[in-house]
C-alpha cells in the first residue's frame, strides 16, 4: 500500500469512530448525518480489501489511472481558453462551469467528473472557431472526446464500489479512492459547523487529519490541498 493511501487509511479507522459517537451532533444538519453514515457505510468495504490487492490487478490499476490522469489534464488545459472565450462573450453561465478549479475538479465523484467534463466538451464543441486561436484544434477535441468516452467506459460507480456484495472485481486502490471521495464530500457538508459549532468542528478536523507512522501530520498530496 502507497505510504500516503496507508496514511489515509488509517485516518478512516480513526474518523469512524469519532463519526459513529457524535452522530447526535452532526445530525443538526441532515446533509452532513447522511453523508457521515454514507463513510461509515463504505469503510467495511475499504477493510475487507486492505491488504488483499492481487498482483494482476496492478496492471488494471495503473491502466484506469492513466485514463482518468489523460483526461483531466486535457479538460483542465482547455479551461483557460474557455474562460476567455467566455468572458469574451460574457456567458456568464459557462463561465461558472469552467472557472472549476483543479483541485475541485479532481475532488469530485467519479461519475460526476466524466459529467462536468462532458459539459466542457461540450461547450468546447460549441465554441470551436473561437478556441482555434488558443491552439486547440479539431484534433485537439476529437482526442478529447475519445480520452473522455474511455475515462467513462471504465468508470464504476462510486456507491457501488463501497458495496461489498457489487465491487467484488474491484481493486483496492479502487475501493480506497472511493471511499476518499466520500470523504471529501463529508467535508463539504460538515463546513457549516465552522459556525453553528465550532467545537465540533475543531474535533471533526482533529479526527480527520492525516498522520503519518512518525506521528506527525502527513503532507497533503495536490488533490487534498
Given amino acids: 500500500m502507497h505510504s500516503f493511501r496507508a496514511d489515509q487509511f488509517r485516518m478512516m479507522g480513526v ?3 469519532w463519526l459513529t459517537a457524535n452522530m447526535p451532533a452532526i445530525a443538526k ?3 452532513a448525518a ?3 453514515a454514507d463513510v461509515l457505510a463504505g469503510l467495511p468495504a475499504v477493510q475487507a480489501k486492505a491488504g488483499l490487492t492481487a498482483t494482476q490487478t496492478k496492471k488494471v490499476t495503473e491502466r484506469r ?3 482518468r490522469e489523460a483526461f ?3 479538460i483542465l488545459s482547455m479551461l483557460g481558453p474557455l474562460q476567455m472565450v467566455a468572458t469574451a462573450a460574457n456567458d456568464m453561465e459557462m463561465l461558472g462551469l ?19 467534463g462532458q459539459q466542457v466538451l461540450a461547450k468546447a464543441t460549441a465554441h470551436a472557431s473561437e478556441l482555434a486561436d488558443h491552439a486547440i484544434d479539431a484534433d485537439f477535441l476529437a482526442e478529447a472526446r475519445t480520452l473522455a468516452d474511455a475515462f467513462q467506459q471504465g468508470l464504476p460507480d462510486t456507491q457501488s464500489l463501497l458495496d461489498a456484495r457489487q465491487n467484488a472485481n474491484a481493486t483496492y486502490e479502487e475501493v480506497h479512492e472511493a471511499q476518499m ?3 471529501y464530500e463529508l467535508d463539504k457538508a460538515m463546513g457549516i459547523f465552522e459556525t453553528v459549532n465550532p467545537e465540533l468542528f475543531k474535533r471533526y478536523k482533529a479526527a480527520r487529519a492525516l498522520l503519518n507512522s512518525g ?6 498530496p495536490k488533490s487534498e490541498e
Fill in 72 to 74: 483531466e489534464t486535457r
Fill in 215 to 220: 506521528g506527525g501530520k502527513a503532507k497533503k
Fill in 34 to 36: 447522511k453523508e457521515a
Fill in 65 to 67: 489511472t492513466q485514463q
Fill in 15 to 17: 474518523l469512524a469512530p
Fill in 181 to 183: 471521495t466520500q470523504i
Fill in 29 to 31: 444538519s441532515k446533509v
Fill in 98 to 116: 469552467v472557472t472549476i478549479g483543479r483541485s475541485a475538479f479532481q475532488k469530485l465523484r467519479p461519475e460526476l467528473q466524466a459529467g462536468v
